[in-house]
Structure formats: structure tokens, C-alpha cells
């Protein structure tokens, strides 16, 4: 009798401990699918719909965001000019395809620095020259 009833105990704790994973992993994909979605439609708002799309099953495919809707979105392929509807689900990723902001400010934060570093040795060979 005691025997059953662990039993018992033991299957219902894991009946629960494995509904409340289930629960969880579906909280965290519903969370990725809205930050995914939210990401399509501002690329859409802001008009930067050159993007990259890694999907799940492992490809990686470049083109550009035509429309969206709740399930997913139209992506038309660069190379093939295929048109077709992704899955928000079945999206794992989408990045533009352009240089980051930071890479931007870098390259200009350099290009000042050398031209400041030009204009000063100049400066300085020009004042210290015999005349």
C-alpha cells in the first residue's frame, strides 16, 4: 500500500514539474515570436527591409520584407526573386543586412582622429621651419 502510493506521489510530481516545463518553454517561445514580429514591423515602419533570415532548420537566406501580418511574413529571396511566406515560429533570426551603427561611428571617430592628427603635423612642421 505504501508502495502504490509513492508511486503515485512520485508520478504525480512529475506529471506537474514537466506540465510547468512545458509551460515555460512555450512562455519563452511566445516571447521570441513578439520580439521577432516587433522587429519585422519596425524594419517595415522605418523602411529598412533589406534583411537576413535564419530559420531553424539551418538556412540562411537574403532579401527583403514586403508585408506582415499576425502568422508571419513576405520575404522575396535576392538571388532566386522568390517570393514566400515565413513563419514567425519558424524564424530564428532576422538582422539587416547593412553595417551596425557602432562599426558607423567607429569609421568616423577614425577618419576624425587622422585628419586631426594630419592638420596638427602639419601645423607643427610649419611653425618650427627655419625661415
Do not use: C, H
Amino acid at each position: 500500500m505504501k508502495l502504490k502510493f509513492a508511486f503515485v506521489l512520485l508520478a504525480g510530481i512529475a506529471l506537474l514539474t514537466n506540465g510547468s516545463a512545458i509551460t515555460l518553454a512555450r512562455s519563452a517561445n511566445r516571447d521570441r515570436v513578439d520580439k521577432i514580429k516587433s522587429n519585422v514591423q519596425r524594419r517595415l515602419q522605418n523602411g529598412k527591409t533589406e534583411v537576413k533570415v535564419e530559420k531553424f532548420d539551418g538556412t540562411k537566406i537574403k532579401g527583403k520584407i514586403t508585408q506582415a501580418d499576425d502568422i508571419g511574413f513576405t520575404f522575396v529571396e535576392s538571388e532566386t526573386n522568390r517570393s514566400s511566406v515565413i513563419a514567425y515560429s519558424d524564424t530564428k533570426k532576422v538582422k539587416g543586412t547593412g553595417w551596425p551603427t557602432s562599426a558607423k561611428i567607429g569609421i568616423g571617430v577614425g577618419v576624425a582622429a587622422a585628419a586631426t592628427l594630419v592638420v596638427l603635423v602639419v601645423a607643427f612642421k610649419n611653425a618650427t621651419r627655419d625661415n
